[in-house]
């Protein structure tokens, strides 16, 4: 019988980031009992909530942007690959003035804290960090997106992006007595839809099934999360919520400091070694960075977990363009945030003649629709090409409430049958600005619509990120329509460079969901779909099986 020793499970040896201080007021010490206590007023708690929101909402990791600079510079990296890493780079750029944020989905605030066993606050914390986040999202340019049920039916948007998600823990690690650590994330709709979880058995845990089974389930991720992505992966766990837990904090590379060896104890270790096969294998789907090419994936993480004999979770999660994480600290000299990049101008490549693309086909969005069709009819799939004119704007409400229309006998209206039709919602507008953010969102959610609405005359040119189902391609060749795709991520830029007019035109109770009306100039984008029955992604979305050698058993 073995004695009895205590394991942690994630025993990560710490995160040591630059700081930048917040605060030195509200923090303080008292001694009881001969032991130092850190007393921290709500006031702080509040503040480094409103700093952290601000700050990933605007800034990104230093890392982060190296990576993109990577791929513009690589000379194995494809075309549509330095156009979507320097797309997001300029738009890096335009977030770093703290206007408008960088992604227009500004997210579901999350938050996992460790606060030390002699920590004294005032009541309870979850309130205070609340109260920042709320007033970052009321004084920032960012976008409500919670809804809150009425009934099993009916929602409505809370108006301040509440609640958020707060979990607090207890540190009893030595010498963390007198402080308290917090991750702050947001979480925007795209990335969060592809986190998975799978229930598999022990069959999987040999390499050649092992990168099989990644190999179908990888591409399956597709695009729609705004690649080039931060991909986690953790196999096995004490629970399914405990897998899928530490994948989230895996992307966010918070768990960068883990062993790299398993053993006998039941700790969970970083495979630095599957970490580049998977890596290796990303990088021969042909998805690239949304469009085609290599970087499907700036970097990967491989956490194996102890597991019940009888279970194997598989977890998988990505952070997306939008990396927006931060560590905040607080001790006895006061409260700190990870300190993010203010600069990214300096990774921008110089611009020469060079680097500007002649193929790039220009199209009139403001002519008749059976004219725009004839022209996208001639181009084909994965063409670049740059929209000037008017868009409407519709995304999940207002398409459900079009449908309802539909099955009440009521025409399709013009507005969808005259105009090519963007998936998106904007972030508030800022003062003197034509727009807020307002980048593209998921197409996948509105596949169900497409058909009927193509079949009653509209929708026949869409505008989204991500990929399509099949049902979607079938129906852009019976019905003569396009997807057109648009890079997921530079939500700034798009707003500061391409649009130039932003009104709304139905449904104005649905907030951000409501039907607009947009002017556009030069806007990017890439032709996915067309109506001769081609999809871009169809052959690079496909599994293939792996020819690799199984190893001994494990």
């Known amino acids: 019988m073995n004695s009895f020793r205590y394991q942690d499970i994630l025993p990560i040896a710490g995160n040591n980031p630059e700081f930048r201080l917040i605060t030195k007021d509200g923090i303080s010490t008292t001694t009881v009992d001969g032991r130092t206590f850190l007393k921290i007023e709500p006031s702080v708690l509040e503040k480094v909530a409103y700093e952290a929101i601000h700050d990933i909402s605007f800034f990104l990791r230093t890392e982060h942007l190296t990576q993109l600079a990577k791929i513009i510079e690589d000379p194995e990296a494809s075309p549509n ?65 919670q809804l809150s049920p009425l009934n099993m039916w009916e929602e409505k948007n809370t108006g301040d992006n509440l609640p958020a998600q707060i979990e607090i823990y207890s540190d009893t690690k030595p010498g963390h007595e007198n402080t308290y650590e917090m991750l702050f994330i947001a979480k925007g709709g795209g990335s969060a839809n592809k986190s998975f979880l799978y229930q598999e058995t022990k069959a999987v845990l040999n390499k050649t099934s092992f990168l099989n089974f990644l190999d179908e389930k990888l591409r399956s991720i597709g695009t729609s999360a705004c690649p080039p992505y931060h991909l986690a992966i953790v196999v096995g766990g004490t629970s399914a919520e405990y897998a899928l837990k530490t994948s989230k904090l895996a992307s966010t590379h918070y768990l960068d400091s883990l062993p790299t060896q398993g053993g006998t104890e039941g700790n969970g270790y970083r495979d630095l070694e599957m970490e580049a096969e998977v890596l290796k294998l990303t990088q021969s789907f042909g998805i690239g960075a949304q469009f085609g090419g290599k970087y499907f994936c700036h970097d990967v993480r491989v956490i194996r977990l102890p597991r019940h004999g009888a279970s194997c979770p598989i977890a998988i999660s990505v952070s997306c363009s939008a990396d927006r994480q931060a560590i905040v600290k607080i001790d006895a000299t ?52 740059s929209l000037t004119g008017s868009l409407i704007v519709a995304r999940d409400l207002a398409h459900a409430k079009i449908l309802e229309m539909i099955d009440r006998g009521e025409e399709l209206p013009s507005y969808f049958k ?33 058909d009927r609405f193509q079949k009653a005359g509209g929708s026949y040119v869409m505008l989204a990120k991500g990929n399509r189902s099949n049902a979607v391609t079938q129906a852009c060749k019976a019905n003569g329509g396009f997807y057109l795709g648009s890079i997921g991520g530079p939500a700034a830029r798009l707003a500061k460079d391409n649009i130039t007019k932003v009104e709304v035109l139905d449904f104005p109770e649905l907030g951000m969901e409501a039907i607009w009306k947009i002017e556009v100039k030069d806007f990017p984008a890439f032709v996915v779909v067309d109506d001769k029955g081609n999809d871009f992604f169809a052959d690079t979305l496909r599994p293939v099986a792996l020819n690799i050698p199984v190893g001994p058993p494990s």
Do not use: W
């Open 81 to 145: 690959d330095r156009f979507v890493a320097t797309d997001l780079m300029k738009n890096a750029n335009v977030a770093a003035s703290g206007i408008l944020p960088m992604c227009q989905d500004t997210g579901t605030a999350l938050v996992s804290a460790k606060r030390g066993s002699q920590v004294l606050t005032d009541g309870p914390d979850e309130v205070a960090v609340s109260k920042g986040i709320y007033e970052a999202y009321q004084k920032l340019n960012l976008r409500y997106s």
């Open 334 to 385: 006061g409260a700190y945030i990870e300190a993010l990049d203010r600069d990214p101008a300096r990774f921008l490549p110089e611009v020469t003649d060079e680097h500007l693309d002649d193929n790039v086909v220009k199209i009139n969005l403001n002519q008749p629709m059976d004219d725009i069709r004839a022209t996208l009819s001639k181009l084909a799939v994965k063409t670049r090409i």
């Open 418 to 450: 005259d105009y090519a039709v963007y998936y998106a919602g904007p972030a508030k507008t800022p003062e003197g600005y034509a727009s807020g953010s307002f980048g593209p969102t998921t197409a996948g959610r509105m596949d169900a619509y497409v």
